[in-house]
């Protein structure tokens, strides 16, 4: 081939780059500067934005991180997803070689050379000099210049060299095509999910597009479907090739039709290995399960963005893009301009960054270190109700919620910690799974681990709370020592003696009637709709409808809302179905007044 540098693309490796932050922008790398990004509020909504989060910055800390490093390309990361489109110019430097199935480079001399660019890695550009890689090789579209494609068409030979069961794997593996190129076959928008998951998380700085979290990573791509919706069977061989490919950062923004038990056993390979397992919460703006994210060991998280989505003025950059999906397994929120998608491939750029850190200190970061320290240094996420109403944000609380998990994800603040020596202890659990129902009447083991190996000492505590989002924890086991095993054994009294259990009360609906009665009555549906575990539009009719029997002022309130806000016409056949069952009198007027809007919309 005759390829010169300037038809690749940007630097790999960058240095990094020590003096980028606010008060030298200059100093990052040339086409870093997204708003998801900073660890500062963009000069056109400092006047506007609260003043909590002035400090935090509009994003997730990227600037800060990247003074330590940009990354490992000896870290790389896997993008289980559509596939990847070969005319990405911005990737082709970013895709991992596998060297076993590959013959060495030649050189402009002629030389067999492993490095034949000299800048340290083994990637496309070692074979600009080499005769025997002609440019239009491979796939059509990206024929007018070097692109891994051309690797495959030529060196594909046919022979398992590196017998790992992949024949000619040279640059990742195709699971939905059951080849050895995991291109993005499916000519539509859906086809380029996989190839925006993987600039998300590793475009390199310097090229003009853009910076992932992980601008020096590598990227296997593993082809699992041709969209987001996949096979559990795939994503399961996919992990599992990940993992043996060297990956150390796993992105899954899809969902699986199946979740059988060999997907999960591929999660807990992938866990034994140390290899992060990043999943999208999905984007039905619901709290129902998406597999097969939500499995034990995986980050599950959901993304977030400004209130006024980018533009200039943003008074909260803690507002969640309305499509996400919630609920109890969330742990934690990413910025992003685009939905869980975007959060997922910007966090599993950051766990191959953090690790890459680590690396740079000399330091090996285990998996349950990297997770720890995701989610012990996060932003939280927590808005007054009058902030809420202003931003038009979800609930939020102190410390973990359902909406935002732990908090926003934070990378600068991880990689300073990591570079300070303050790493967290290994903490995992092994069951129950999440989700799990237990046999009625039986005790419950928890088993799980937990070690402090880079500390002298060692205190755990094990708490039980109930409920989605638990108040209030009671301490069911403690140590001093290391334990892998049994943390506890639970029995049915344990649970029901839990903070959150019901008391013997007046009660109404599982809730004292006292509490109906009191001026807070509206932040106290909200209160029992959480602890009803996210319900159905009749559950909340019926408790809409038990408010207003002891404070009408709060259910005329919440009628008179989801009356403007219902777009559905079945959730609003089966709200009406809630609010009509015993209406009380106080709000059978409003009631009323929906059932006439319904039939406006909904012709019944």
Request: proline fraction near 6%; charged fraction near 20%.
């Amino acid at each position: 081939s005759d390829v010169c540098s300037s038809d690749l693309a940007a630097q790999v490796p960058s240095p990094p780059t020590p003096d980028c932050g606010p008060e030298n922008p200059d100093a990052c790398p040339s086409d870093f500067g997204s708003r998801a990004h900073l660890s500062w509020i963009p000069d056109d909504s400092i006047e506007t934005v609260r003043a909590a989060e002035i400090p935090l910055g509009s994003g997730i800390g990227l600037d800060v991180a990247l003074r330590t490093t940009l990354g490992d390309f000896g870290a790389p990361v896997a993008i289980l997803d559509s596939g990847v489109e070969w005319d990405q110019r911005r990737l082709y430097e970013k895709i991992w070689l596998n060297e076993a199935e590959l013959p060495l480079p030649l050189n402009a001399e002629g030389l067999a050379v492993r490095d034949a660019d000299g800048n340290g890695i083994f990637n496309l550009s070692d074979y600009r000099w080499d005769p025997r890689v002609l440019i239009d090789a491979g796939n059509d579209e990206a024929d007018d210049r070097l692109d891994p494609s051309d690797l495959l068409a030529v060196f594909s030979d046919g022979v398992d060299d590196d017998s790992n069961g992949f024949i000619d794997d040279i640059a990742g593996w195709d699971f939905y095509g059951n080849d050895n190129d995991p291109y993005a076959v499916l000519d539509n928008s859906f086809s380029g999910h996989g190839t925006g998951m993987a600039l998300d998380a590793a475009d390199p700085a310097g090229n003009g597009g853009g910076v992932g979290t992980c601008p020096n990573c590598a990227v296997i791509p593993v082809r699992v479907g041709d969209t987001f919706i996949v096979d559990g069977d795939r994503v399961a061989q996919g992990i599992r090739y990940a993992v043996d490919r060297g990956a150390v950062a796993i992105n899954m923004a899809l969902g699986s039709l199946t979740h059988p038990e060999g997907a999960r056993e591929a999660v807990r390979y992938a866990m034994d290995s140390d290899v992060i397992v990043v999943a999208a919460g999905g984007d039905e703006n619901g709290y129902h399960h998406n597999v097969p994210g939500l499995d034990d060991g995986i980050l599950y998280v959901r993304s977030v963005t400004s209130d006024n989505r980018g533009s200039d003025g943003a008074y909260s950059y803690f507002n969640s893009w309305n499509c996400n999906n919630f609920g109890p397994r969330i742990d934690l929120v990413a910025s992003s301009s685009a939905c869980a998608s975007g959060a997922s491939s910007a966090t599993t750029g950051s766990a191959a960054l953090l690790i890459s850190a680590g690396r740079s200190q000399g330091v090996d970061l285990s998996g349950d270190e990297v997770r720890a320290l995701l989610l012990g240094t996060v932003d939280d996420v927590s808005l007054t109700q009058a902030e809420r109403e202003i931003s038009q944000a979800y609930p939020s609380k102190d410390g973990w919620d359902a909406f935002y998990g732990a908090g926003r994800l934070d990378i600068g603040n991880a990689v300073e910690a990591v570079v300070a020596g303050d790493i967290p202890p290994e903490v995992h659990f092994d069951a129950p799974r999440w989700f799990a129902w237990p046999d009625r009447g039986e005790d419950v083991d928890v088993v799980g681990f937990v070690d402090a190996p880079r500390s002298g000492s060692l205190s755990w505590t094990l708490e039980l709370g109930r409920g989605a989002e638990p108040d209030s924890w009671q301490s069911v086991a403690s140590g001093v020592t290391p334990i892998s095993g049994v943390l506890a054994t639970l029995s049915p009294q344990d649970f029901d003696a839990a903070p959150g259990a019901v008391e013997t009360k007046t009660r109404d609906g599982g809730a004292d009637i006292d509490e109906w009665k009191g001026a807070g009555a509206s932040k106290f549906i909200d209160v029992q709709l959480a602890k009803k575990g996210f319900p159905s539009a009749n559950d909340i009719g019926q408790l809409i409808n038990r408010a207003a029997k002891y404070n009408p002022t709060a259910g005329k309130a919440h009628v008179s809302m989801l009356s403007t806000k219902v777009t559905s016409c079945a959730v609003g056949a089966d709200l009406l179905g809630g609010l009509q069952l015993n209406t009380e009198p106080a709000i059978a007027d409003d009631v009323a007044l929906f059932l006439k809007r319904h039939k406006g919309m909904c012709g019944n």
